[in-house]
């Protein structure tokens, strides 16, 4: 039932439950006619919930492709921020059609270099969902540059936080 952003999608047995039990904790909200008289306003329709419960859409399914994992030494290296950062790119101000040749010659010129970690900045983007950094996923996932990757992970906070992305090239 899920078509869109705005179309709300049906509830799981256990989100409905969790509902229920929120719905019982609420009595309607009552306001002042005049001075000193309050009248319940009218129960709401059909219509009025779906207008007022707003579920997310799903998630995608993850893509297949590249391993999200690195192994238990870089993994604690990265989350500590102590990764060696052999490359650069900055996406800020650039559109998707300018961010994604950008980011593959960048990668590309990376790999032919034998470097091994290329930091990307995409910014966060309004409320963390950026057009670039939603994105970012996507595009290293093409087969033009997926074998030149190993693995990729969000970036210290020192790097750039949730607005940048750590990408490991193969050796």
């Known amino acids: 039932m899920?078509?869109?952003?705005?179309?709300?999608?049906?509830?799981?047995?256990?989100?409905?439950?969790?509902?229920?039990?929120?719905?019982?904790?609420v009595s309607p909200r009552r306001y002042a006619k005049g001075k000193g008289s309050a009248k319940a306003?009218?129960?709401?329709?059909?219509?009025?919930?779906?207008?007022?419960?707003?579920?997310?859409?799903?998630?995608?399914?993850?893509?297949?492709?590249?391993?999200?994992?690195?192994?238990?030494?870089?993994?604690?290296?990265?989350?500590?921020?102590?990764?060696s950062i052999d490359s650069k790119i900055d996406l800020h101000d650039m559109t998707q059609a300018q961010a994604k040749p950008a980011l593959f010659k960048a990668i590309i010129r990376a790999s032919n270099r034998n470097y091994h970690c290329v930091l990307v900045v995409t910014g966060k983007g309004t409320r963390g969902e950026g057009v670039l950094r939603k994105n970012f996923t996507h595009w290293i996932a093409d087969p033009q540059i997926r074998p030149l990757i190993a693995t990729y992970a969000q970036a210290h906070i020192r790097h750039g936080g949730t607005g940048a992305w750590y990408v490991f090239l193969k050796r």
């Not at 007022?52 to 994992?69: H, I, V, Y």
């Open 41 to 83: 306003m009218p129960n709401p329709s059909k219509e009025d919930f779906a207008n007022m419960l707003r579920l997310p859409p799903e998630a995608p399914a993850p893509q297949r492709g590249l391993p999200q994992t690195l192994d238990v030494n870089q993994d604690k290296k990265t989350r500590r921020g102590q990764v």
């Open 2 to 25: 899920a078509d869109g952003p705005n179309t709300p999608r049906r509830l799981k047995r256990e989100d409905r439950s969790i509902w229920q039990r929120v719905a019982r904790t």
